[in-house]
């Protein structure tokens, strides 16, 4: 979806049901409607929530913050406004190990930055087994954000 003083309703409905239906698909509960979507992107301030970069008259992605595979809620307080490239870098990483890599690439420490790292267990050293694994379970093959199959939640 590209960023603009117009949101298109249309556009977001189409998107609120892909998230919705790639929630379903993993088994992830709650579901989200245009309004709220509208909400999380004019939140962003048309930066991207990871990296910073401006996606003002750009593209933008809708990233679910604890991915829906890893048991992340389809709700609007999961959701963040993501540039491609960052969603496309992150994919199915943990959010705190995401967090990690985008200051370690130079991105400004913001509060959702903040929020993630306290959340999620950054800083924990019982949590880095599971942050720095590979990025699901053996077994568990999925391939880019494109989930047509129905996994089991991953219980990180
Ligand atoms: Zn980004």
Redesign the pocket.
């Known amino acids: 979806m590209k960023y603009s003083d117009r949101l298109h309703s249309k556009a977001l409905e189409r998107y609120a049901s892909q998230l919705n239906s790639r929630a379903r698909a993993a088994g992830s509960p709650g579901a989200v409607t245009a309004d709220e979507l509208r909400g999380v992107v004019l939140d962003s301030g048309g930066r991207?929530s990871?990296?910073g970069?401006s996606v003002v008259n750009a593209e933008f992605e809708i990233d679910h913050i604890l991915g829906v595979v890893r048991g992340g809620p389809n709700i609007p307080a999961n959701l963040a406004l993501?540039?491609p490239?960052?969603n496309k870098r992150k994919a199915f990483k943990h959010p705190a190990r995401f967090a990690a890599e985008v200051l370690a690439r130079g991105a400004p420490r913001t509060p959702f930055i903040d929020r993630v790292l306290e959340r999620y267990g950054g800083d924990d050293p019982g949590m880095q087994g599971d942050l720095f694994a590979d990025d699901l379970p053996p077994g568990r093959a999925i391939r880019g954000d494109d989930l047509d199959e129905d996994p089991a939640p991953y219980v990180w």
């Open positions: 991207c990871w990296c970069a993501a540039c490239d960052c």
